[in-house]
């Protein structure tokens, strides 16, 4: 049975984001195939969803928390340079340091025969339904717990939308009802991956609303459970997620990320 302890994402050797991408895509995920950086090097820790193979955006770089960068107001759909503005930076939550993913931002290809259960696996994919129109990634990491091997990692995920924004959510909250016992996704000529369970979590007091939600992947024949959080700001939908490959404890992700964010996109 699953442990249910709580306790924050850990990713050993840095390698969280990239069993979520394995995951989706049925590679080899798990203790026995992390890769191999130094320990607690945050630079090598979580990729954006999606699966390799496919040709990659760009990243906007991080501003600077002195940068002199205008934020701007989420009540129309922000452009890729207004999220990166709006997105955290170092200094914004306590503890907690803000930096742009390395190696750009791939989207993946999975799909799933379960229809129903699609709206998580675009998610995965780093396409989520609606499609935004400009996506921002960030890797927000606790600096208290600098040089460890095991340092705790989310991974953020801004997405402006011109239209549907409250739709994501909804799709979401549909899926969780639909898929409490799991689902399959295939991409290319891999083999299936499995989720063996879906399970609705409580979701953060932040943004105008928002769903939070544990899928439970298979890597090598061990529970992997990766935690959601997706809040909606005005025409930004922001996600946050948190895989633990080292243990099979269920993550927690800090509600004050989203607070600290949603309250951000509204300044």
């Known amino acids: 049975m699953l442990s249910m302890k709580p306790r924050l994402v850990r990713s050993r050797a840095a390698t969280a984001g990239v069993c979520l991408?394995?995951?989706a895509g049925a590679a080899a995920c798990g203790p026995a195939s992390e890769s191999k950086g130094a320990e607690g090097s945050v630079r090598d820790t979580a990729a954006a969803p999606g699966a390799g193979g496919v040709t990659p955006q760009t990243t906007l770089p991080a501003p600077r928390a002195s940068d002199t960068i205008p934020r701007v107001k989420a009540d129309g759909a922000l452009s890729s340079e207004q999220l990166a503005?709006?997105?955290?930076?170092?200094?914004?939550?306590?503890?907690?340091?803000?930096?742009?993913?390395?190696?750009?931002?791939?989207?993946?290809?999975?799909?799933?025969?379960?229809?129903?259960?699609?709206?998580?696996?675009?998610?995965?994919?780093?396409?989520?339904?609606?499609?935004p129109s400009a996506t921002v990634y960030r890797r927000?990491?606790?600096?208290?717990?600098?040089?460890?091997?095991?340092?705790?990692?989310?991974?953020?995920?801004?997405?402006?939308?011109?239209?549907?924004?409250?739709?994501?959510?909804?799709?979401?909250?549909?899926?969780?009802?639909?898929?409490?016992?799991?689902?399959?996704?295939?991409?290319?000529?891999?083999?299936?991956?499995?989720?063996t369970e879906v399970k609705e979590l409580p979701a953060p007091a932040a943004g105008d609303e928002a769903v939070a939600y544990e899928l439970t992947g298979v890597a090598q024949g061990d529970p992997v459970p990766m935690v959601f959080q997706v809040v909606r700001s005005g025409t930004t939908v922001v996600t946050y997620y948190a895989v633990d490959v080292s243990g099979g404890d269920t993550p927690q992700i800090p509600d004050r990320l989203a607070v600290a964010q949603a309250a951000k996109l509204k300044s």
């Open 140 to 195: 927000l990491v606790d600096t208290s717990e600098d040089g460890q091997a095991d340092q705790t990692v989310v991974t953020e995920v801004l997405g402006a939308h011109p239209d549907g924004a409250s739709d994501v959510l909804a799709r979401l909250r549909t899926a969780i009802g639909a898929c409490s016992d799991g689902f399959r996704t295939k991409g290319g000529d891999l083999e299936p991956s499995v989720f």
């Open 21 to 23: 991408i394995a995951l």
């Open 85 to 131: 503005a709006a997105a955290l930076v170092t200094g914004d939550v306590k503890g907690f340091a803000a930096e742009p993913l390395e190696g750009g931002t791939p989207t993946g290809s999975s799909r799933t025969a379960k229809a129903e259960c699609m709206p998580f696996v675009s998610v995965i994919n780093g396409t989520p339904e609606p499609a």
